[in-house]
């Protein structure tokens, strides 16, 4: 059995430029540190983007996450 820590839950908000286009997107990524994540984000985009040749990423948001909530179930709740 693998008794080492997990890696830290990181969540990423970020926006994308690409040929006059702009995509907000928010992802969650698994690392120990700040550049782990960086490393993280950068084949996240290479993965999407690529097709593209420049991108401008503006990065509004990275951040561990330290708490985790109860799940609430919404059944009943939702009506279409």
């Known amino acids: 059995w693998d008794t080492s820590d997990p890696q830290k839950e990181?969540?990423?908000e970020y926006t994308v430029s690409v040929n006059g286009d702009k995509n907000h997107h928010l992802t969650?990524?698994?690392g120990d540190?700040?550049?782990d994540i960086q490393r993280s984000?950068?084949?996240e985009?290479?993965?999407t983007y690529v097709d593209n040749e420049t991108i401008e990423v503006t990065v509004?948001?990275?951040e561990e996450v330290k708490?985790?909530?109860e799940s609430v179930g919404?059944?009943?709740c939702f009506s279409p």
Request: aromatic share 12%; glycine share 4%.
């Open 45 to 47: 985009l290479r993965n």
């Open 28 to 30: 969650v990524l698994y």
């Open 41 to 43: 984000l950068l084949h």
């Open 67 to 69: 708490e985790t909530s």
């Open 74 to 76: 919404f059944e009943g």
């Open 33 to 35: 540190d700040l550049s």
């Open 60 to 62: 509004h948001r990275m």
């Open 10 to 12: 990181w969540v990423v």
